[in-house]
């Protein structure tokens, strides 16, 4: 099955600082990614849409000058946090739609989340 | 603007019942519907995906429906495990340009206990 991996797995940095996290489709190649934030015991939250080789489309409310995303290949998205504040802290989801020919039509997959503490 | 919502929040059931998790939606011209399941501190797994068309899905011992004039879905597990604990996501996939979004509910946490 089609598979999504994140980069880290956890990261602790210090307010101020800005944090990159990186999402691969290891198998099959994606197009468009979306990037979630989920605070504890809350559902998922879209962040934005990552699109290959085009400017990501933000969700209303989320700075795009202080969530960067960058999609250069049809593999990889990444999401820097730039100047991280503890309100940042939360878990990072990203997701991957997989349009290739033979599979579930649309069917987005997960990555296994990045979990972001800013002291 | 499209709005999921999961009842119950929480579920704790005996091994071996049979149980289902609801799902209801404010919009019906959704594109497609997705049951995931959560672990803590995990990633999501999807469970199953039923298209806007189909009125219900099947793996194992799990079966989802989908009532979309009504706006509703269920999760239906059989025969539930210890390993079934877990929060289980319900997400809406509506309709773009370049494919389907998803809204997530808030989801239901189920506990199995032996």
């Known amino acids: 099955g089609a598979v999504v991996s994140q980069h880290p797995s956890r990261v602790i940095c210090k307010s101020g600082t800005s944090v990159k996290i990186e999402c691969r489709s290891l198998d099959f190649q994606a197009t468009t990614m979306f990037w979630y934030r989920q605070f504890p015991k809350q559902s998922l939250m879209l962040m934005a849409t990552s699109n290959e080789g085009s400017k990501a489309t933000y969700e209303q409310g989320v700075e795009k000058d202080k969530f960067l995303i960058n999609h250069a290949s049809l593999t990889l998205s990444t999401l820097t946090v730039t100047s991280a504040h503890p309100e940042d802290s939360s878990f990072y989801i990203c997701s991957a739609r997989d349009m290739g020919q033979g599979t579930l039509w649309d069917e987005q997959y997960f990555g296994p989340g990045t979990r972001l503490t800013v002291t | 603007k499209q709005e999921v919502t999961q009842i119950p929040a929480a579920l704790s059931v005996p091994e071996g019942e049979n149980l289902v998790l609801n799902c209801s939606f404010t919009?019906?011209?959704?594109?497609?519907l997705q049951w995931f399941r959560q672990d803590p501190g995990k990633g999501l797994t999807s469970l199953l995906l039923i298209q806007s068309s189909q009125r219900e899905q099947t793996s194992g011992r799990l079966n989802a429906s989908l009532d979309k004039s009504s706006g509703r879905s269920t999760l239906y597990i059989a025969a539930s495990q210890p390993g079934d604990s877990a929060t289980y996501l319900c997400?809406?996939?509506?309709?773009?340009?370049?494919?389907?979004?998803?809204?997530f509910g808030e989801g239901t946490q189920l506990t199995v206990n032996p």
């Open positions: 997400a809406v996939g509506a309709q773009e340009t370049s494919g389907s979004r998803l809204t």
């Open positions: 919009d019906s011209a959704i594109y497609n």
